[in-house]
């Protein structure tokens, strides 16, 4: 009886450890570098997998980004996420007015824009557009801090991977920490 009851232990333990570890190979939860910011995001809620990031960052021009790219989708469908930095103290702007012009421009229907919390800040703007081949774009921005832009740029479905991203992004200044 005490061996049964020893196995039984170890055959329960054996399964929380599994059921541990398979849930923990289902997070999405991507966190990288981005010169002296880290952006961070959780795609498990839309049940994509990434296929892989690139970061980058241009330090004489204080800015930079990460590509996304999704396992399985066709070539069109990414996101980037950018960061741009004004360190001579000049408050930067996401204009929506202007990039809706030139989406309409450029041939793209459907163009709405509304504001939205993204990051915590809820005063994000975010602008969807229908392109002329038949898939939705999407663009948000918001104010890290008043020197500091954040844009959000995804060729994603909404419930594809836009939605996630923008509903868990994050970016923290390493400087201020």
């Known amino acids: 009886m005490r061996l049964m009851n020893r196995n039984l232990n170890f055959i329960l333990l054996a399964t929380i450890?599994?059921?541990?570890?398979?849930?923990?190979?289902?997070a999405s939860i991507i966190e990288h570098q981005v010169g002296p910011y880290i952006i961070s995001f959780d795609l498990t809620n839309s049940s994509v997998q990434l296929n892989e990031t690139?970061?980058?960052?241009?330090?004489?021009?204080?800015?930079?980004?990460?590509?996304?790219v999704l396992k399985d989708r066709p070539t069109y469908e990414m996101a980037d996420i950018m960061i741009t930095h004004n360190p001579h103290g000049s408050?930067?702007?996401?204009?929506?007015?202007?990039?809706?012009?030139?989406?309409?421009?450029?041939?793209?229907?459907?163009?709405?824009?509304?504001?939205?919390?993204?990051?915590?800040?809820?005063?994000?703007?975010?602008?969807?557009?229908?392109?002329?081949?038949?898939?939705?774009?999407?663009?948000?921005?918001?104010?890290?801090?008043?020197?500091?832009?954040?844009?959000?740029?995804?060729?994603?479905?909404m419930d594809g991977g836009t939605g996630d991203i923008l509903n868990t992004v994050h970016v923290g200044d390493l400087n201020k920490v």
Not at 17 to 23: K, N, P, Q, R, Y
Not at 54 to 66: D, I, T, V
Not at 124 to 142: F, K, L, M, N
């Open 54 to 68: 690139s970061a980058y960052w241009n330090e004489s021009m204080y800015m930079g980004g990460l590509f996304i």
């Open 91 to 157: 408050k930067v702007v996401y204009d929506t007015t202007g990039f809706e012009k030139a989406l309409g421009e450029g041939g793209f229907v459907n163009i709405k824009s509304y504001s939205r919390t993204i990051d915590g800040n809820p005063n994000g703007q975010v602008i969807s557009a229908d392109s002329p081949y038949g898939w939705t774009y999407y663009s948000a921005g918001y104010l890290l801090d008043k020197d500091t832009l954040i844009e959000v740029h995804s060729w994603l479905p």
């Open 17 to 26: 450890c599994a059921i541990i570890l398979c849930v923990d190979s289902q």
